[in-house]
């Protein structure tokens, strides 16, 4: 009888630790963010300003870039690489070398998860 729970234990713990370890910030995953609160979620005015600031850099994704998505340098590239970005900046990963603020992930999630429009 141990075993079955030994064995249930070692398969059900990388499903606990992974739904409880959340970089993202936002208090309870990015799941869980209220968008409705998100105000500055703009693409020309929040969004694109931080991507052209911290991602569209040398050795990143500039013109002719092949990291991840590739270039991330007008309205065309980004929202076709919303879905990458998005789980990028939800668990951390990017931007490389640094990190954004809570407000700037969360407009960023946010505006892809609002259909990511050109606005």
Do not use: E
Request: charged letters at 10%; proline letters at 7%; glycine letters at 10%.
């Amino acid at each position: 009888m141990s075993k079955k729970y030994l064995i249930a234990a070692i398969l059900i713990l990388p499903v606990v630790i992974a739904i409880s370890c959340s970089k993202s910030g936002t208090g309870g995953g990015a799941n869980n963010l209220d968008c409705t609160t998100i105000t500055n979620k703009a693409f020309a005015a929040d969004i694109n300003p931080v991507i052209q600031t911290n991602c569209n850099i040398s050795g990143c994704h500039a013109t002719g870039s092949f990291n991840g998505p590739g270039p991330l340098t007008n309205y065309a590239q980004i929202s076709t690489a919303a879905a990458p970005i998005r789980s990028a900046v939800s668990a951390g990963r990017m931007p490389k070398n640094s990190s954004l603020p809570t407000s700037q992930k969360n407009s960023i999630l946010c505006w892809i998860d609002g259909g990511a429009p050109n606005n």
